[in-house]
């Protein structure tokens, strides 16, 4: 259907560590999976996406894959620092501007 | 930079009253879309609209309905509020040339419904 699973919903990393949330789906039409960082009292932003066509991506950080097969999709922060702290939510696209948003992961990096 | 503007932060609303939420978009964006964001829901599409005048329902259009007249706005209504709306409401923009674009949204209106 239409819904993104995504986990886990709250993650605590420490400082320097890396943080992985993952994202599943279930619709095999899906080729745009965008990821959007809100940190608190703010508005959602774009920080990395990836299109069907391509199984990772990498931004300095940040990096997201994609495993069309398992219908999964990952976003994966290294070395983190406090302002990681945010609500991450994945989506998915069926080639339109439509999207379906994943439930959210509050994550705290803690100093 | 994309300026998305929402007309209010907080409202506080009673049950049965007709409420409005306004956004506004400053850069030309043919696509805008109303979205609320509840815990652990996440964020739902309620409507959206590619064009002046024309609007599609999302997945959860129950109790709402839209307006957009110019390009630059895109109205949300609850034409009779209900304390299960409740929620925070985000409005987006995206530019509408392509498919998959970036949405770029607003700061959010949290209404209260008592």
């Known amino acids: 259907g239409e819904n993104v699973e995504q986990h886990p919903s709250t993650l605590s990393v420490q400082e320097g560590d890396s943080a992985v949330i993952k994202c599943t789906y279930s619709d095999s039409a899906s080729n745009y999976f965008p990821w959007y960082k809100q940190e608190l009292g703010k508005r959602p932003q774009l920080i990395i996406d990836?299109?069907?066509?391509?199984g990772e991506k990498k931004d300095q950080r940040i990096a997201v894959t994609l495993n069309k097969t398992a219908k999964h999709f990952s976003l994966h922060i290294t070395e983190t620092q406090p302002e990681d702290s945010a609500v991450y939510f994945c989506a998915r696209g069926l080639g339109g501007n439509q999207f379906y948003f994943g439930t959210g992961t509050s994550l705290t990096v803690i100093p | 930079d994309v300026k998305v503007t929402q007309s209010s932060r907080y409202l506080v609303k009673r049950t049965g009253e007709k409420v409005f939420l306004e956004c506004v978009q400053d850069m030309d964006h043919e696509n805008m879309f109303w979205y609320r964001q509840d815990p652990g829901l996440g964020l739902r599409l309620i409507y959206f609209?590619?064009?002046?005048?024309?609007?599609e329902k999302g997945d959860i259009p129950e109790g709402y309905s839209v307006s957009r007249e110019k390009k630059e706005r895109f109205s949300l209504i609850l034409e009779s509020a209900s304390t299960n709306q409740t929620s925070m409401y985000l409005c987006a923009s995206s530019l509408g040339a392509e498919t998959n674009e970036k949405l770029f949204f607003g700061s959010g209106t949290q209404l209260s419904v008592l």
């Open positions: 990836i299109r069907s066509n391509v």
């Open positions: 609209s590619y064009d002046v005048k024309m609007k």
